[in-house]
């Protein structure tokens, strides 16, 4: 393992701890603030999330289900960001092979994400 | 269920799922799933959903320390998540078109799996792994400089079963790092120490990926998720702390039978049968 890797290994597991951190914290407040709410009952089905284009106007309401709602989506970034990170430093090694398995993963997981169905 | 009493239940669940897998050495989610669908009654989609965004959180907490330690092999992990990211899409896929019930049954065989892997652990590999252990410790993991210090063989093989795993993950919510483990520790000959690492690392990749799936198809419920995710993350935090984790013999039988137990129940939800305990 050279040097670089090292420094790379520094970097991921910091994006994973911090971006985890800060998506559990927003999603923690957000579900306080949903439960400080007047009346707020859960329904015993799903809570639905903001369609991705409407999220941004109800956070800036600072609407309890937008930041909620964005904290989890931090969370779920966090592994992608830890890719794309890694993406980067082999690209400065020139280690194609790596670069374009990072690649594919990511577009994999963009797939994923696009609401592909059956 | 006012709020807070709901947000607490959850986040109790996560904490007691979160804090056993980290003693049991298993992931969160072979507990998460049967809670939520046989003590709660959530649907089985939410249910998995919620798991796998659980697992994210710790995979990120638990591969944040490995990476530190220099022990996670993150271009052999972005390989295989080729086949493990496309199968967890798939398997998320697959579970929206597939009866429940028959999941509830897949959920308890793999809970049939887990505790026999965990008997077999202290029973007749024990002397094995005795012997191969004092072996896998002088195996080097990491290298001063240069490139790995191990050889990684099987390819194909590991990649089919990765996928397999991802698969299992995107239907079932579950990490599938006892396929994973095995596979690149057993198969493609990676350092025990090592693989575990990886698979740390991958599981919360792949998790990614199914849980993108339920949440396109609305099944996220995201108090639920959250709850749990913050009570996974806390309790396994706490847990590879403060706690040791289990190698006694009489501790690790209990949890098999326990677990051996839950997945009886599992099955029994698929077959719309209740047993005593569990999921009344």
Same mark, same amino acid.
């Given at each position: 393992?050279?040097?670089?890797?090292?420094?790379?290994?520094?970097?991921?597991?910091?994006?994973?701890?911090?971006?985890?951190?800060?998506?559990?914290?927003?999603?923690?407040?957000?579900?306080?603030?949903?439960?400080?709410?007047?009346?707020?009952?859960?329904?015993?089905?799903?809570?639905?999330?903001?369609?991705?284009?409407?999220?941004?106007?109800?956070?800036?309401?600072?609407?309890?289900?937008?930041?909620?709602?964005?904290?989890?989506?931090?969370?779920?970034?966090?592994?992608?960001?830890?890719?794309?990170?890694?993406?980067?430093?082999?690209?400065?090694?020139?280690?194609?092979?790596?670069?374009?398995?990072?690649?594919?993963?990511?577009?994999?997981?963009?797939?994923?994400?696009?609401?592909?169905?059956? | 269920?006012?709020?807070?009493?709901?947000?607490?239940?959850?986040?109790?669940?996560?904490?007691?799922? #979160?804090?056993?897998?980290?003693?049991?050495?298993?992931?969160?989610?072979?507990? @998460?799933?049967?809670?939520?669908?046989?003590?709660?009654?959530?649907?089985?989609?939410?249910?998995?959903?919620?798991?796998?965004?659980?697992?994210?959180?710790?995979?990120?907490?638990?591969?944040?320390?490995?990476?530190?330690?220099?022990?996670?092999?993150?271009?052999?992990?972005?390989?295989?998540?080729?086949?493990?990211?496309?199968?967890?899409?798939?398997?998320?896929?697959?579970?929206?078109?597939?009866?429940?019930?028959?999941?509830?049954?897949?959920?308890?065989?793999?809970?049939?799996?887990?505790?026999?892997?965990?008997?077999?652990?202290?029973?007749?590999?024990?002397?094995?792994?005795?012997?191969?252990?004092?072996?896998?410790?002088?195996?080097? !993991?990491?290298?001063?400089?240069?490139?790995?210090?191990?050889?990684?063989?099987?390819?194909?093989?590991?990649?089919?079963?990765?996928?397999?795993?991802?698969?299992?993950?995107?239907?079932?919510? @579950?990490?599938?790092?006892?396929?994973?483990?095995?596979?690149?520790?057993?198969?493609?000959?990676?350092?025990?120490?090592?693989?575990?690492?990886?698979?740390?690392?991958?599981?919360?990749?792949?998790?990614?990926?199914?849980?993108? !799936?339920?949440?396109?198809?609305?099944? !996220?419920?995201?108090?639920?998720?959250?709850?749990?995710?913050?009570?996974?993350?806390?309790?396994?935090?706490?847990?590879?702390?403060?706690?040791?984790?289990?190698?006694?013999?009489?501790?690790?039988?209990?949890?098999?039978?326990?677990?051996?137990? !839950?997945?009886?129940?599992?099955?029994?939800?698929?077959?719309?049968?209740?047993?005593?305990?569990?999921? #009344?």
């Amino acid at each position: 393992m050279r040097e670089r890797d090292y420094m790379m290994d520094r970097l991921l597991g910091r994006v994973l701890r911090y971006g985890s951190l800060v998506g559990l914290v927003l999603a923690f407040v957000g579900s306080v603030l949903l439960a400080l709410q007047p009346g707020a009952a859960f329904a015993p089905g799903t809570l639905s999330a903001y369609p991705f284009s409407q999220l941004l106007g109800a956070l800036q309401r600072g609407d309890p289900l937008a930041i909620l709602e964005t904290g989890l989506l931090i969370l779920l970034l966090t592994p992608p960001a830890a890719i794309l990170v890694a993406a980067g430093s082999y690209v400065r090694e020139k280690r194609w092979r790596h670069v374009l398995a990072a690649v594919i993963v990511l577009l994999i997981l963009a797939l994923g994400m696009s609401g592909l169905k059956l | 269920m006012s709020g807070f009493i709901e947000i607490f239940a959850f986040l109790l669940t996560g904490l007691a799922s #979160g804090a056993l897998g980290a003693l049991l050495g298993l992931g969160g989610g072979v507990f @998460i799933v049967p809670a939520l669908t046989l003590l709660f009654h959530l649907p089985l989609p939410v249910a998995v959903s919620s798991s796998l965004i659980a697992i994210v959180a710790t995979s990120c907490g638990a591969s944040a320390t490995y990476l530190r330690q220099h022990l996670t092999n993150v271009s052999l992990a972005l390989t295989l998540e080729l086949s493990t990211t496309a199968g967890a899409i798939a398997g998320g896929l697959v579970a929206g078109l597939i009866s429940h019930d028959l999941l509830f049954i897949l959920f308890g065989l793999i809970l049939f799996f887990t505790a026999f892997s965990m008997l077999r652990s202290v029973d007749g590999e024990q002397s094995d792994a005795e012997s191969s252990s004092a072996g896998e410790a002088d195996r080097p !993991v990491v290298a001063a400089d240069g490139d790995l210090p191990y050889q990684i063989h099987r390819w194909p093989a590991g990649l089919a079963a990765t996928g397999l795993a991802g698969m299992l993950s995107g239907m079932l919510g @579950i990490g599938g790092g006892v396929i994973k483990v095995p596979a690149m520790y057993l198969v493609m000959d990676i350092p025990l120490r090592a693989a575990t690492a990886t698979s740390s690392f991958m599981v919360g990749v792949t998790a990614v990926a199914g849980a993108f !799936v339920y949440w396109n198809r609305g099944d !996220v419920h995201l108090l639920v998720a959250a709850s749990v995710a913050l009570g996974v993350y806390i309790g396994a935090t706490l847990a590879s702390r403060y706690l040791q984790r289990v190698h006694n013999r009489f501790l690790i039988l209990l949890f098999a039978v326990v677990l051996f137990y !839950v997945g009886l129940n599992m099955v029994g939800a698929g077959f719309h049968l209740t047993l005593p305990g569990l999921g #009344g």
